[in-house]
């Protein structure tokens, strides 16, 4: 059971274009995280949402937590290239520290 | 300077044999971890290490044995490698939630 659900797990998109990747549960979060990888790399931090309701923009890029914590996305305003790569959400589960990822999104940006 | 580094960056190897992944952080976290991603890209916990004391060991065969020098070091050994065992390895550490990554080790088991 994937307890983080990430839609849609491709998209390939032309430069310039808009673009939103949502990460579902069921389960109540106390924060979410949203993650890029570019190929060959490990996966990086891009932020991290804890309140319902909040949203961070980072540049071109706009993170939402759902009101009620079970959800976020992730919403890219004229996207480029180099905003090619998997972006992951994950999420706190249970008390021992650890951090479950949804299945990824796979972007791709062609010029 | 890397933050989290992790040798080698490509691993191939027959069928039974025995390999070891070094992990190393200089970000002066308290815990490190290893992660296995799947050629779906699906990124699963495989140990958490805090100051050197296990305390995280996920449903993992006990073919593969973590072992924390120090908290700075947490290197991953597989004996008997399996088909099954080809993935990209990740090292991470932590500060609070944030996690940070290594670059991550292909292993490509024939």
């Known amino acids: 059971t994937q307890l983080l659900e990430q839609s849609p797990q491709f998209l390939s998109i032309q430069e310039g274009e808009n673009l939103t990747v949502y990460c579902n549960s069921s389960?109540?979060?106390?924060?979410l995280q949203w993650y890029r990888q570019e190929p060959g790399e490990g996966p990086v931090l891009l932020v991290t949402?804890?309140?319902?309701?909040e949203v961070k923009k980072l540049k071109r890029l706009t993170f939402q937590f759902g009101d009620a914590r079970k959800d976020s996305s992730l919403h890219i305003t004229a996207a480029q290239p180099g905003d090619t790569g998997l972006y992951l959400c994950a999420g706190p589960y249970n008390q021992g520290g650890k951090l479950i990822f949804g299945q990824g999104t796979e972007l791709s940006v062609k010029p | 300077d890397t933050a989290v580094s992790q040798t080698p960056k490509y691993l191939v190897t027959q069928m039974g044999n025995d390999k070891s992944i070094k992990c190393e952080q200089n970000l002066g976290h308290d815990t490190m971890y290893w992660y296995k991603q799947d050629s779906k890209k699906f990124l699963k916990i495989m140990f958490s290490y805090n100051n050197k004391e296990l305390i995280i060991n996920e449903t993992v065969p006990n073919r593969f044995s973590p072992k924390s020098p120090d908290k700075a070091h947490l290197n991953l050994h597989i004996n008997s490698l399996e088909l099954g065992d080809s993935a990209v390895y990740f090292c991470?550490?932590?500060?609070?939630?944030?996690?940070?990554f290594g670059p991550g080790t292909r292993l490509t088991v024939l």
């Open positions: 389960s109540v979060f106390s924060s």
């Open positions: 991470a550490s932590s500060h609070r939630l944030a996690r940070f």
């Open positions: 949402v804890v309140t319902g309701g």
